[in-house]
């Protein structure tokens, strides 16, 4: 079944309203399988940064990604978004290169995991000011949740903050990578929202890498033989599976909500990316959970409800 995500057609008046009930329980676990998937990406990053540079890393990902993506449109004849490709690969370069390049690049100078959740976890506000811009409203209850789900963030980070490391240079590429995936979500919402998961996925990603290349050439040494990267296990791991489950399942996943979805409730499920990554830092490297961050946890919980809740 090909998974284009353009309108379907409008149905017969005979048709049997079966379809709708099934439709909508398929599409019920997207948001929980795309927090849980999203979340991993700080933990890709933990395991593959010590061993590359961040823009690098992030070619090899998005290589990867269309070794993947190639296949699968030649295979299944995917339809290419005709007169929206330029539109199509605005808006990953904002969402990739300029999100994930800001996010890794702060990190890798320093910049402390915690500050910078938070910074970006701004990103569901600035998408609600912005919502009149893609015809959408924000209601009194939404704000709310949207202020008790920013608040929750700070909770479950509150401990990790520290400027210890911090620079101009890591605060500027937080507020890039803010601005970049809010102005991503809204432009790709209002401009190409819709169109075929492989084929547009494609796009993006290959338009990232040609972006990156000359930078991670000028910055990071990046070249044919790859000598800036060191192939230990675990870099190998975390790039299979920013391949794989991130550059294929979490952005499928993403790009279907925003096609079905008010951005405003998309960006707000990103107020869970920071508890659910607690829980598996906890479980995987045994970083301690506070009292305090647990209650953000609830906190933050009950603010993505409050703005997806019918």
Known sequence: MSPDTSPSPAKPPHARPSAAPAQAGWLAPVPLFFVVLWSTGFIAAKYGLPYAPPLSFLILRCLGALLVLVPMVLVGGAPWPHGRILRVAVAGLLLQAGYLGGVW??????????????????????????????????SPRQWLGLLLGLGGVGLVVYAKIS???????????????????????LYQKRFCPHFDLRTGTLIQFAATALVLLPLAAVFEDFGPTLANIHWTPQFIGALLWSILALSIGAIFLLFRLISRNDATKVTSLLYLTPPTTAVMAWLMFGEALSPLGLVGMAVAVMGVAFVVKK
């Open 105 to 138: 690049s702060a990190i890798k100078i320093g910049m402390p995991a915690g500050l910078s959740a938070l910074i970006v976890g701004l990103q569901p506000i600035l998408t609600a000011f912005a919502a009149p811009l893609v015809g959408e409203r924000v």
């Open 163 to 185: 400027l210890n490391g911090l620079s101009p240079a890591a605060i500027g590429f937080c507020v890039l990578a803010l601005l970049s995936i809010t102005c991503g979500t």
